[in-house]
């Protein structure tokens, strides 16, 4: 198992194939919804991808929202879930934010998922809130200072 950052525009199509089959597919967000500006390697977004005996299954991107790092389009394909692959996409995000200097990290968290985020140390600090018809809050955390 291993978390890469996405340098090429391959890794990338595989990132966005992975995103296609849990959002569009799966939890049913509409396409135009799932894909931004910010779905390039331009240097807006640090995209990452984790490979299980290597097959790409799941991906995430970190972004910058007034100096705080946004982890975002977290997923796993199905069958390879329970398998602690969360866990390193989460740690990942967080190496590549504090290299990049931020000090706190934020994420929209599925109300499914909030207690996974929890036992990272993530903080709910939000009411219930929609976005893509799926119920999600408000998580943030602060990263320890090396």
Known sequence: MEA?????ELDLQKAFHIRKEVFVN??????????????NLEGQCEHILINYEDQP???????FVEGVGKLERICI????RNYGLGKIIIKKLE???AEKGATKV???????????????GYQTSSDVFMEDGIPHVLMVKELAEK
Request: zero cysteines; hydrophobic letters at 35%.
């Open 106 to 120: 934020k994420l929209h968290g599925q109300t499914q998922a909030e207690g996974f985020y929890q036992k990272l």
């Open 26 to 39: 799966e939890q049913g967000v509409p396409l135009e919804d799932e894909f931004d500006a910010f779905d």
């Open 4 to 8: 890469i950052k996405i340098t090429n």
């Open 95 to 97: 190496e590549i934010a």
């Open 77 to 80: 394909l199905k069958p390879y």
């Open 57 to 63: 299954v799941g991906t995430a991107r970190l972004r």
